[in-house]
């Protein structure tokens, strides 16, 4: 699995729409589908979807799946395995902080919204996963360098976390009780 460094705001703006972040997610945790199967799972026209996978398609963050089609109208599509990141810092015109800025906007918005839904649905997990997950704050005094390598650590640890278990199938929990964890974080700097 390969890092995908996006400075483009073009290809950017394919993840500025939600339902082009919610097929996306939907193709990166449950592995390739077909554009009818998707139009299901997020309850939309199946010609709708369509659009936005080419869209996706088009931006470099799903390929087209045709060796898994089992006649000429089933069209598969299937995420490219990579890590997408971008920084404010590359997307410098004005235009362009448009876009990363709707970005953004719906990144975190969808980021909240799955956390609402978890905790919507906590009655429905079973073993120990309502005291394993977790949702935590602090406050730290770092000047800007500090916390680029707060970051630099964080992300070390979630690599050791994910390495061993890129190779699992995606798709449903596993047998052995391995779930999907969505993980994000947000550090910036405020004043109080």
């Known amino acids: 699995m390969g890092n995908r460094r996006i400075t483009d705001p073009e290809v950017l703006k394919g993840l500025a729409q939600p339902l082009r972040q919610q097929l996306y997610q939907l193709l990166t945790q449950s592995g390739p589908a077909t554009v009818s199967t998707l139009a299901k799972r997020v309850d939309t ?4 979807v369509s659009y936005h996978l080419r869209e996706l398609a088009k931006a ?3 390929v087209a799946a045709p060796e898994l089609a089992r006649d000429r109208r089933e069209r598969w599509y299937r995420a490219t395995g990579e890590n997408q990141s ?4 590359d997307f410098t015109t004005p235009e362009a902080r448009t876009v990363a800025t709707a970005a953004l906007a719906q990144m975190v918005t969808n980021q909240f919204e799955r956390s609402r839904a978890f905790q919507q649905t906590r ?3 079973e073993g120990q996963w309502n005291s394993s997950a977790f949702i935590a704050n602090h406050y730290l005094r770092l000047t800007d360098t500090e916390l680029r390598e707060l970051e630099d650590e ?9 390495q061993p278990r890129k190779d699992l199938p995606a798709g449903p929990a ?10 994000f974080l947000h550090a910036f700097p405020e004043r109080p």
């Not at 596993?174 to 993980?183: I, N, T």
Request: proline residues 3%; charged residues 25%.
């Open 174 to 183: 596993a047998e052995d009780g391995r779930e999907h964890v969505f993980l």
């Open 60 to 62: 470099g963050y799903i």
């Open 86 to 89: 971008w920084a404010w810092t």
């Open 123 to 125: 009655d429905g997990w």
């Open 45 to 48: 026209d199946p010609g709708l």
């Open 154 to 162: 964080l992300h070390a640890v979630i690599d050791k976390w994910s």
